[in-house]
């Protein structure tokens, strides 16, 4: 495990999390992951994240599997299942320790929240556009240090009480995405030490992709551009363990009418719902691919879109993708009547 990413064998992967329901901005990024693993003949394998189990649904897993095989999305191999793998995560959670590169943490997000005091606290989530690149800026309150001066060899704390925060790097980074081209971060600023492990001792999000994805040997990560600042962190741990990383496609997210991510709040878009409803999965892999490529002389018009059915809409979209023909705009998603 942790070896070098062999770039000669391209691997990408789907990593739905089974904390709710797939939905359709979730169908869009899955469905670019797919046309791109397959145009570059890349192994595809699929993971289900559900390491975050307070939230996880005991339905959705198998639920989020149906929706990609309703959408003609098939993998390679078996499903790999994070919960399956807390031996390896600890490997490297006990690596980090050791070389005072992690620390125990037990401030609670109120500690945080009223310790901080620095001037990015309340800005923008998500990337500021700068002509032709862009600077992430802080999700919520940095992390202040103040648990920072723990050094290995000193007493750990009770257990229970504390989480494991990495110590990050400040020197500034810098990264060429294959949609938002290129991407800048002052780490101090914009990520702060983060966790790598919930205060139950369990693996963190950040540190658990990042092994999973070296143990995989992915070569390309498909993922909604909200995630352009976590892609940072886990940027820190490859840069620790001497890795490097894979290449990144932040897709621009679906959002509702009034510029936020697609919610609840926006009506229904789940996709068991459109299958409930007697929806043709074309129907959303023409939506989707037209929403990435715009109106493309060789697509059908829309009131044609039924003359193409799912194997065409993919075989046609194997051929023509192309990151650089990807809009780098979000989409805006009005409810839909029958169909989206």
């Not at 229970?160 to 790097?169: A, T, V």
């Not at 002052?186 to 001792?201: L, M, N």
Request: glycine share 6%; aromatic share 8%.
């Amino acid at each position: 495990m942790l070896s070098n990413i062999d770039q000669a064998t391209p691997v990408c992967r789907l990593a739905p999390s089974p904390t709710g329901a797939q939905h359709l901005g979730n169908a869009r990024t899955f469905l670019l992951a797919y046309w791109s693993a397959r145009a570059q003949n890349a192994r595809l394998i699929l993971r289900i994240e559900d390491i975050d189990s307070p939230r996880v649904k005991p339905w959705a897993t198998a639920q989020a599997i149906e929706d990609l095989a309703w959408l003609g999305i098939e993998h390679d191999g078996v499903p790999i299942i994070q919960t399956e793998r807390s031996e390896l995560y600890q490997q490297l959670l006990d690596r980090l320790v050791a070389d005072d590169r992690a620390y125990p943490c037990t401030c609670s997000r109120k500690d945080i929240e009223t310790a901080s005091s620095a001037p990015h606290e309340h800005m923008a989530i998500g990337a500021n556009v700068l002509n032709e690149q862009q600077t992430v800026t802080a999700e919520t309150t940095i992390y202040p240090g103040t648990c920072g001066n723990w050094r290995c060899g000193d007493p750990f704390p009770e257990e229970g009480s504390y989480c494991l925060r990495f110590r990050i790097d400040n020197t500034p980074m810098w990264f060429d995405d294959l949609v938002a081209q290129r991407v800048h971060c002052d780490p101090s600023t914009a990520i702060g030490d983060f966790p790598v492990t919930r205060k139950e001792g369990v693996a963190a999000y950040q540190l658990a992709v990042v092994v999973d994805d070296i143990d995989a040997g992915v070569t390309e990560v498909v993922r909604g551009d909200d995630l352009l600042v976590s892609t940072f962190r886990q940027m820190q741990l490859y840069q620790y363990l001497g890795v490097p990383h894979p290449t990144y496609a932040h897709a621009p997210l679906v959002v509702g009418d009034d510029g936020r991510r697609l919610a609840k709040r926006h009506g229904d878009t789940r996709l068991s719902l459109y299958r409930e409803q007697g929806v043709a999965p074309e129907t959303i892999v023409a939506w989707a691919a037209r929403s990435a490529m715009g109106q493309h002389e060789g697509f059908p018009s829309e009131p044609e879109t039924s003359q193409w059915n799912l194997d065409r809409w993919h075989r046609e979209m194997i051929d023509l993708f192309d990151w650089s023909m990807v809009s780098r705009n979000r989409v805006t998603y009005s409810p839909p009547g029958t169909t989206p």
